[in-house]
């Protein structure tokens, strides 16, 4: 029905507030990333405004109260990740969460639930935060003593609130992916599922 254009290399997007959000990553073009999200009005499906974030935006989700989350990944070395929020009534960066370099994240009943990898120190940390109070719940998701090497995905199911992450171990073997329930405590683990494991579609 209509076609419309938005950045270099969009990345992510969601719909919320009857406008889409594209994260326009400029990830072909290394190290010209871009660093702008798309607002696309849906009604005329025309691109209305462009939003400046940070460097090679990436993932982009919503939460109940219409504010846009998005993880602009920086350059993997000596610009780190970023994390942002959006308010879709004003299309304007309302927060930007200096100390939770997010790569990686999704949202859930109003819960993010948030990863950092770094790639020059091979470490990660795993947490969950309130979309609603803008706080972090807990700095340490994964309560047992399960380890990952290398987070490479989260997903959430969408009915009973199981917790999928994907491990990437090295890249070059055959990762894993791990169920934990919402409480942290690993529920079962695939092995050698396949090379790079990078999405969790969930049957409801």
Same mark, same amino acid.
């Given at each position: $029905?209509?076609? /419309? ?14 406008? !889409?959000?594209?994260?326009?990553? #400029? #990830? ?18 025309? $691109?209305?405004?462009?939003? /400046?974030? #940070? ?36 299309? $304007? ?20 639930? *948030? ?14 935060? +309130? ?7 807990? +700095?340490?998701?994964?309560? +047992?003593?399960?380890?990952? $090497?290398?987070?490479?995905?989260? /997903? ?19 990762? +894993? ?6 409480? #942290?405590?690993? !529920? ?6 396949? *090379? ?9």
């Amino acid at each position: $029905e209509a076609i /419309t254009t938005v950045g270099r290399n969009p990345d992510g997007i969601t719909a919320v507030n009857g406008k !889409l959000y594209v994260s326009n990553s #400029g #990830g072909l073009d290394i190290p010209n990333y871009d660093n702008t999200v798309s607002v696309v009005d849906l009604a005329s499906f025309k $691109e209305i405004k462009k939003i /400046t974030v #940070g460097m090679n935006p990436f993932r982009l989700q919503s939460d109940s109260q219409g504010d846009v989350y998005v993880v602009s990944r920086g350059n993997n070395s000596t610009i780190k990740s970023t994390w942002s929020r959006i308010s879709s009534q004003t299309d $304007e960066v309302v927060q930007i969460f200096d100390n939770l370099p997010v790569v990686n994240f999704t949202i859930h009943n109003d819960t993010a639930y *948030l990863y950092n990898f770094d790639y020059v120190k091979s470490t990660y940390w795993i947490k969950t935060f +309130d979309c609603r109070t803008e706080q972090l719940i807990s +700095d340490n998701f994964i309560t +047992d003593s399960t380890m990952l $090497e290398s987070p490479f995905s989260i /997903t959430v199911h969408p009915t009973n609130g199981n917790v999928y992450l994907t491990d990437a171990k090295n890249y070059t073997v055959k990762g +894993d992916l791990l169920c934990f329930s919402r409480k #942290g405590k690993l !529920l079962y683990k695939i092995a050698s599922i396949g *090379l790079n494991p990078n999405s969790v579609t969930p049957n409801p």
